[in-house]
């Protein structure tokens, strides 16, 4: 449905897109996920037609869009800063799209349409207030249901819910979810969120300094991670990266823990093991780490649990991250010695990062 070849973009001496390669699947929900800077939104722009890339095609059903206007695309786009008309009422900028001549309705169905995406969106009591005297969150629905309103080919939405409360943002994940499974209208949605991303999308794409590093599934990218900074960009706690060396037997790690990973590396080799915060429990017989207390977190009736491993302070000290139920640890304080058992079944190992690029994944557990 949407497919970016070679694109490359710069603006002077910057490169917002290196060669960027993508493709979207008809009817897909794509989350493309990235910092800022990464070329997410100059992504949209030239799917769009807002941007032309320097080089490289753009192709939506097939038909390159060179010299295609963007009112000719079929696409419709959110911005992130809402680009609404200011002097207008709500009523009024959602109706807009339905008012053109490329996508006018009769006057009572352009109604209708427009009172369903309002109360879907919950801003069906603000319809004739002026943009101005809206919150940003408001403004923020307001301009995700002009998009939603009229057909088309594709819906670009540039982190549309970055405004929005948290709570109020988990409900809009699942309308946004609940649209995408109705309508089935092909998607691309720019994110920095990673919990966005795995909830939303039906595939994901990780961009990076203007290419995609990654891309597939919410299993493929949890699992399978291509390298420790992908794997860093999901999870809340992020994973640990342990230090390690090869073995005959799989890797020995901080401590001198033997962890059964199975490595593409010859014995030796440096390497770091990605422990998920979810594989790591406090006590037990096993794999074990030891460290003490750093700090902890209570998050309802769970408690997240930095430890600092080994026996002492200093520089270069060692942290690790887990989440265990609050009666275990509820009453730890900071420096309490204790014990963690690495669970096995998820590890990953990467090459130990350099300074010119993240460390790419060379094995998993076996």
Request: net charge positive; with cysteine; glycine share 12%.
């Amino acid at each position: 449905m949407i497919g970016l070849h070679g694109v490359h973009k710069s603006y002077g001496r910057t490169t917002a897109l290196d060669g960027l390669e993508l493709d979207v699947e008809e009817g897909e929900f794509f989350c493309l996920l990235g910092p800022s800077g990464a070329g997410k939104t100059t992504t949209l722009k030239t799917v769009a037609g807002l941007e032309q890339p320097d080089s490289g095609t753009v192709e939506i059903d097939g038909k390159d869009m060179r010299g295609v206007e963007p009112y000719d695309r079929g696409v419709a786009m959110c911005f992130e800063s809402y680009a609404l008309y200011p002097h207008r009422s709500v009523y009024d900028n959602l109706v807009s799209p339905l008012r053109s001549p490329r996508h006018r309705l009769p006057a009572g169905e352009a109604r209708d349409r427009v009172g369903a995406i309002a109360e879907l969106l919950g801003v069906s009591g603000l319809l004739d207030r002026s943009v101005g005297q809206l919150s940003n969150g408001q403004r923020q629905r307001v301009a995700l249901g002009r998009v939603l309103v009229r057909p088309a080919r594709a819906f670009l939405l540039d982190e549309p819910l970055s405004h929005l409360d948290a709570k109020l943002r988990q409900q809009m994940r699942a309308e946004l979810k609940a649209i995408g499974a109705v309508r089935r209208t092909t998607t691309l949605y720019v994110t920095h969120d990673s919990v966005e991303a795995l909830a939303l999308g039906d595939r994901i794409g990780v961009i990076r300094d203007g290419r995609i590093v990654q891309t597939g599934t919410r299993e493929d990218i949890w699992y399978r991670p291509c390298d420790t900074e992908v794997a860093r960009a999901f999870g809340r706690p992020r994973i640990n990266l342990l230090p390690g060396v090869v073995t005959e037997n799989g890797v020995r790690s901080d401590g001198g823990v033997e962890l059964p990973v199975g490595a593409k590396a010859a014995p030796g080799t440096e390497v770091l093991v990605g422990v998920r915060p979810r594989d790591l429990t406090l006590g037990g017989d096993g794999h074990e780490l030891t460290g003490t207390v750093y700090v902890t977190e209570v998050l309802g009736r769970s408690v997240e649990v930095t430890v600092r491993l080994g026996k002492g302070k200093g520089e270069g000290e060692r942290h690790v991250s887990l989440v265990a139920p609050r009666g275990d640890a509820a009453r730890l304080r900071p420096d309490d010695p204790v014990r963690l058992r690495v669970r096995p079944e998820n590890l990953l190992l990467f090459e130990a990062d350099r300074p010119e690029r993240p460390g790419r994944r060379i094995g998993k557990s076996t």
